[in-house]
């Protein structure tokens, strides 16, 4: 069986004007899990202090409708029942694992660069040939992201994340300028990395360079999964 990390943010603090908190953001973790279950995946939470909170305006009902809904209402959906359990990365074997699907959420902002135990279960799992993937913010999870040598991971490689342009429109550039907060694109240029500019901020896109995959928004969030799967069928 394909066994799955999906790596969730720890950070569950403020971040916007209106007072809400930032975490990780609902569909980015939902969504991946969703497909990964329905194709046979074995998905396993971890996060770098085995804690995290959802993203208020993730799960607010002007945002989150439909079937989204109904999981995140229902205490004993597939997801709520397996989100419940989320391991401390110093818990986890890399070995144990095929994929790696770092979720988003502005919180992996915060502590993904520092997440030094999510790092090395990722930089195992690149090195032993197997799909790393990260979706929305989760590229921040490639800030300071080093291989056994020391090396920079994504140098030189094709990446991308949630746009400068994206964070404009939610009016966010400032606060995360306030917090000294990096975006995907400035992680990606901060690392030596070609961040790739999707055609819209809100649509799916994803770009896939080797064993890396990555996407743009919320909206990307399964077919990262998708595409982090099929290089394990390869």
Not at 25 to 33: L, R
Not at 44 to 59: Q, R
Not at 162 to 173: A, C, I, R, W, Y
Not at 224 to 234: F, N
Request: hydrophobic share 40%; net charge negative.
């Amino acid at each position: 069986m394909v066994k799955a990390l999906i790596a969730l943010s720890s950070y569950n603090g403020p971040l916007y004007d209106d007072g809400a908190k930032t975490g990780v953001f609902f569909v980015e973790a939902s969504h991946p899990w969703e497909y990964f279950h329905k194709n046979g995946v074995e998905v396993t939470f971890v996060s770098e202090d085995g804690t995290f909170g959802w993203d208020e305006h993730s799960i607010s009902e002007s945002f989150l409708q439909g079937d989204d809904r109904k999981v995140f209402e229902d205490s004993n959906s597939g997801f709520n029942q397996a989100v419940k359990v989320v391991k401390k990365a110093s818990e986890v074997n890399a070995s144990d694992y095929d994929i790696f699907f770092a979720a988003g959420g502005h919180a992996a902002t915060f502590d993904f660069p520092k997440a030094q135990g999510l790092h090395k279960l990722a930089a195992e799992i690149y090195a032993s040939g197997k799909p790393v993937s990260a979706v929305c913010h989760g590229p921040l999870i490639f800030d300071n992201w080093k291989d056994a040598n020391g090396d920079i991971i994504v140098r030189g490689k094709k990446i991308t994340g949630f746009t400068d342009d994206g964070e404009k429109q939610l009016g966010l550039t400032d606060i995360l300028k306030k917090y000294d907060l990096l975006t995907p694109r400035e992680t990606a240029e901060k690392n030596d990395a070609l961040y790739v500019e999707p055609p819209s901020p809100w649509e799916s896109f994803v770009v896939v360079d080797g064993n890396l995959v990555s996407g743009v928004n919320p909206a990307s969030a399964t077919e990262t999964a998708q595409k982090a799967l099929e290089l394990i069928s390869k």
